[in-house]
């Protein structure tokens, strides 16, 4: 079992940057896919971005392409999502997770990740 700890959300103004880390142990992270999404309040969990086992194949929502960038480094079992342009409609907390199968090119499905962080919360104010 791998777990997953999310780290640097916080409050930003509208136009705003941030910059979400995941760091992960217990599992051997280069062979999986990751992926982050985010729950609003009162919404569904929905799909922001992934980002495959083999550095270069990357998917991201309509609402955030263009604004978010989705990275990994295997050195430091580290993925990240950068978010720039800052929207009050970006508030949510947000969720790193792992494919439960290895060496996958990465999905936007969230029945295909079996290990969850606890979560980071990103206000971005009007």
């Known amino acids: 079992q791998v777990q997953l700890v999310e780290s640097g959300g916080g409050l930003v103004q509208d136009g705003g940057s941030l910059r979400l880390s995941c760091v992960a142990s217990?599992?051997?992270?280069?062979?999986?896919?990751m992926g982050w999404f985010r729950q609003a309040p009162g919404k569904e969990r929905e799909f922001v971005a992934a980002?495959?086992?083999?550095?270069?194949?990357?998917y991201y929502a309509d609402s955030v392409k263009g604004r978010f960038t989705i990275s990994r480094d295997n050195a430091k079992n580290t993925v990240y999502l950068q978010m720039n342009s800052l929207k009050p409609e970006d508030t949510a907390v947000y969720y790193c997770?792992?494919?439960?199968?290895?060496?996958?090119?990465?999905?936007?499905?969230?029945?295909?990740?079996?290990?969850w962080g606890q979560g980071t919360q990103v206000t971005v104010s009007s």
């Open positions: 980002i495959g086992w083999s550095i270069g194949r990357t």
């Open positions: 217990g599992r051997i992270f280069s062979s999986h896919s």
């Open positions: 997770a792992q494919e439960v199968l290895g060496y996958r090119f990465g999905s936007r499905d969230a029945r295909d990740f079996g290990s």
